[in-house]
């Protein structure tokens, strides 16, 4: 809630006073139905008035989201984060090898953001075949690895132009 919000408001509609409350509310989507919630928000005790602010929202577009993942076939936010930690993932180690970066598992698994379908591909495939993910690792963090070694040196001798290659072991920097 936010903190420049009153905690008590005047009714538009019956001269009544608003405060602060949830009621049970229900969203529909796609013939989808969500269970009963509360939603927090400013309501009238006199009449059937009420609004919910931009922080209130939070709570229905969770609900939203539950209903879009069931409604597309995607995974929803337990099944993702109980898949993530069958392979052994962190957030961030999923973010980097499945895609989506750092933050998108944290966001999936919340609800504040739906995964794509591809992802959810990749995850159930692993999720029923664990042993795959060695090979999505080696692909995508020696990148990652790659990524974070300085650029090659180049040489500007017009004469004998050449570029040095680092390399990840200790072996001598190659000439290519
Ligand atoms: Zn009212």
Redesign the pocket.
Known sequence: MSNYMAEKVP?D????E?ARGTRKMTITYQGLESPQFEMPGYY?P??E?GFVTGTDMKMSDYQLNLLKARAQNLMLPEEIKKARRKLGLTQREAGAILGGGPSAFGEYEKARRLPSQAICSVLRVLDMNPDALELLRRVYLVHERERTVPPPIRVHKPSERKTYAPTHNNERSAIV
């Not at 509609?13 to 009544?16: H, K, N, R, S, T």
């Open positions: 009714c509609e019956c001269g009544g608003m009238c006199s009449c008035e």
